[in-house]
């Protein structure tokens, strides 16, 4: 399975960015959603969804980012508003297929006046 991720990309303080995650085959996934890395960071859960629409995020997101799904397309999308240049991050999509996990390219997202 490949992931394809697109949307990241420069943006100031405060403004916002919508990430799209699509899977290559129409297969069913469990879990999908996004981590983050930043330079001399560990990578950390930003969101993630069931196939059931259930949603966890992690602290630092949660009332301002908005992980939903179109099951039907197998894509995972993450709404980020109010963003902080601390946010500025290779985000990373994934998706676990039975027992695997696959991980997508990333995508740059730079917070930056």
């Not at 930043?38 to 259930?54: C, H, Q, T, W």
């Not at 908005?66 to 993450?78: E, G, H, S």
Request: aromatic share 10%; net charge positive.
């Amino acid at each position: 399975v490949q992931l394809q991720a697109s949307g990241g990309g420069l943006v100031q303080p405060g403004g916002s960015l919508r990430l799209s995650c699509a899977a290559s085959r129409s297969i069913f996934i469990k879990d999908m959603g996004w981590y983050r890395q930043a330079p001399g960071n560990k990578r950390e859960l930003v969101a993630d969804i069931g196939s059931g629409g259930n949603t966890k995020y992690g602290d630092s997101v949660k009332g301002r980012f908005t992980i939903a799904r179109d099951n039907a397309m197998n894509t995972v999308y993450l709404q980020m508003n109010n963003l902080k240049p601390e946010e500025t991050a290779v985000y990373y999509c994934h998706a676990d297929v039975v027992s695997t996990t696959f991980w997508g390219q990333g995508t740059y997202v730079t917070v930056s006046s």
